[in-house]
């Protein structure tokens, strides 16, 4: 007479023959958190959108409550009006804009970087007490530091000049400390000693071989600075007076303060602010392959 002795099952309540799992909360099933990202992203794109169709409106459409509407399209006349108006200082400010935030993020970046490099490489008396100083300077609002910049600027006398808004635009502390941080993580002192003992100076290491090692942070800081500067308002407010050195935001600034006298300038503005994005876009999207982790995995084994 044979015996079957049956054994207990050894998987876990709720999960019979260990083949299912406990479900997880809705909250973090894929289609929520994949519905949370789509609201996020239609949240994000919605100002553009409406700045989209906006701009192709004129200045009954955009008074009415009609611009989001498809028709009447007429951006092109818009580009016209825009271009016509004031002899063409929109592209005059459009062209500050440019120097201001691109030659002065390039050189900020640059300082930043080698600030960052020297933190990080060498060591000298009061190294760490000066870098407090650099992220007391993070804490700063830059706003105010507005009055004491213009009170400087006139004592050097160069108040509603091009070199007013620019030259503070070369000091950022938060880009010397994420220069700093980027060094320490792509930056191996093993390297670094390598070119020395190839007879390469200190200046030949950090252009040939730290910059380029630290590349990404590079980026990230001139980014950062760009925008940052191209969005600039209250310095050039605070130091300028001659229109023809505006930046864009504050060009867009003095026609809206006329909108209310002058509707005309409505479409202007608004057609104004969809070409003032461009360049950020077009940072953003041509930089974005430096963006990359590692480039220096496996340099040291």
Partial sequence: MTTTVTRPSTAPPGRPGGSSRPRRPWTLSRAAVNGTLVLATVYTLWP???LLTASAKNTADLLGGNSLGTGN??????????????????FRWYLNSLLYAGIGSLLCALVCVAAGYAFHVYRFPGKEKLFGLVLLGVLVPTTALALPMYLLASELGI???FWAVFLPSLVNPFGVY???????????NEVLEAARMDGAGELRTFWSIGLRMVMPGFVTVL?????????????PLVMLSDSTLFPVSLGLFSWNAQTKAFPEYYPLVITGSLLAIVPLVLAFVLLQRHWKAGLTAGSVK
């Avoid at 399209?73 to 929109?90: E, K, M, P, S, V």
């Fill in 48 to 50: 553009l959108g409406w």
């Fill in 73 to 90: 399209f007429r951006l092109g006349q818009n580009l016209h009006d825009l271009a016509a108006t004031g002899d063409g200082i929109y």
């Fill in 178 to 188: 994420l220069a700093r941080v980027f060094c320490a993580g792509y930056v191996p």
């Fill in 223 to 235: 980014l950062f600075q760009f925008t940052a500067i191209w969005n600039n308002f209250f310095l």
């Fill in 159 to 161: 108040v509603n000049t």
